[in-house]
T-cell receptor, first 111, second 114 residues
Framework: SQQGEEDPQALSIQEGENATMNCSYK?????LQWYRQNSGRGLVHLIL?????REKHSGRLRVTLDTSKKSSSLLITASRAADTASYFC???????????FGKGTRLSVIA | NAGVTQTPKFQVLKTGQSMTLQCAQD?????MSWYRQDPGMGLRLIHY???????DQGEVPNGYNVSRSTTEDFPLRLLSAAPSQTSVYFC?????????????FGQGTRLTVV
């Protein structure tokens, strides 16, 4: 299986704190993506970072990518209760096949 | 702008029954995929299609069939439902699987096989 791993599996923080989630993957990639899933809903794309980029920002999101370590991190700054969701990293599969997803991190932001 | 539409949202089947999960997208995307999501397993790829008339197997294809007769539609067929197919099923579409491509997901179908 090409499936990677997110760490931690679950994270609980207070509103206003920062949340950091990590992702490890197994193969060479040309991009890595992060998705959010609210309870009972479909996944929503958050941000994409290319293999030649090391860091990318989008609003309160900051993503880093270290291809030498096959790892990525997602930082959500100044978290809000509405950020409560599961977060998944994903990358294109080998041979140009569809996205391979990690197992996700469940984030709870307590107001 | 509907995006990716999945029907039904919920379904209960008896073991051995067959059914088709529908997926339609209105973004003229070439790539469409079916995933299943189980607790602690993340999303696993069942089948995918790179264009009309072309389908291929993913990680967990057994017990499922697909076809792609049009760009818009990508139905998933359960041939003889088993309790192990109890899961949440997601359909996704994307312009390609290239460098700058995000996937768009439907809202999911929650299937229970009893």
């Amino acid at each position: 299986s090409q499936q990677g791993e997110e760490d931690p599996q679950a994270l609980s923080i207070q509103e206003g704190e920062n949340a950091t989630m990590n992702c490890s993957y197994k193969t060479s990639i040309n991009n890595l993506q992060w998705y959010r899933q609210n309870s009972g809903r479909g996944l929503v794309h958050l941000i994409l970072i290319r293999s030649n980029e090391r860091e990318k920002h989008s609003g309160r999101l900051r993503v880093t990518l270290d291809t030498s370590k096959k790892s990525s991190s997602l930082l959500i700054t100044a978290s809000r209760a509405a950020d409560t969701a599961s977060y998944f990293c994903a990358h294109p599969g080998s041979g140009n096949t569809p996205l391979v997803f990690g197992k996700g991190t469940r984030l709870s932001v307590i107001a | 702008n509907a995006g990716v539409t999945q029907t039904p949202k919920f379904q209960v089947l008896k073991t051995g029954q067959s059914m088709t999960l529908q997926c339609a997208q209105d973004m003229n995307h070439e790539y469409m995929s079916w995933y299943r999501q189980d607790p602690g397993m993340g999303l696993r790829l069942i089948h995918y299609s790179v264009g009309a008339g072309i389908t291929d197997q993913g990680e967990v294809p057994n017990g499922y069939n697909v076809s792609r007769s049009t760009t818009e539609d990508f139905p998933l067929r359960l041939l003889s439902a088993a309790p192990s197919q109890t899961s949440v099923y997601f359909c996704a579409s994307s312009y390609s699987t290239g460098v700058n491509t995000e996937a768009f997901f439907g809202q999911g179908t929650r299937l229970t096989v009893v």
